[in-house]
């Protein structure tokens, strides 16, 4: 069986800063210790929610730094402009996945260009 070959534009210097503060064994940890607490009955399967580590963004900063209006930005990204605009002022909190998707972009703006070509 072949090996996945990942491919990446950012060094190994910059991926291993942007996860400098990702705890990944403390993550696992975690999950263990919740899913022991389910099999013993001392967690419920109706309160027993996945926890997340997500990473942490800027919206309005990453928007403007990649000189994009909220329109551009929301087109890219799938969502209205009024979307966006709730990110920014703190009024609602983008999805894990639309969190993720930015914080690629702000790790590597060529992004940008693929993804506009699909809009």
């Not at 400098?20 to 929610?49: N, P, Q, R």
Request: charge should be neutral; hydrophobic fraction near 40%.
């Amino acid at each position: 069986m072949r090996e996945p070959k990942f491919v990446s534009k950012l060094s190994e210097e910059e991926i291993a800063e942007n996860f400098k503060d990702v705890d990944f064994f403390s993550g696992i940890m975690e999950g263990l210790e919740e899913a022991l607490a389910y099999e013993k009955g001392s967690a419920k399967a109706a309160t027993f929610v996945r926890k997340r580590s997500l990473p942490e963004i800027d919206i309005a900063k990453t928007r403007k730094e990649l000189c994009l209006s909220q329109k551009a930005f929301a087109a890219i990204l799938g969502v209205s402009p009024r979307t966006v605009e709730a990110w920014e002022i703190r009024k609602s909190n983008p999805s894990p996945t639309a969190r993720n998707l930015i914080f690629l972009i702000q790790s590597d703006p060529s992004l940008i260009s693929k993804l506009q070509a699909h809009y």
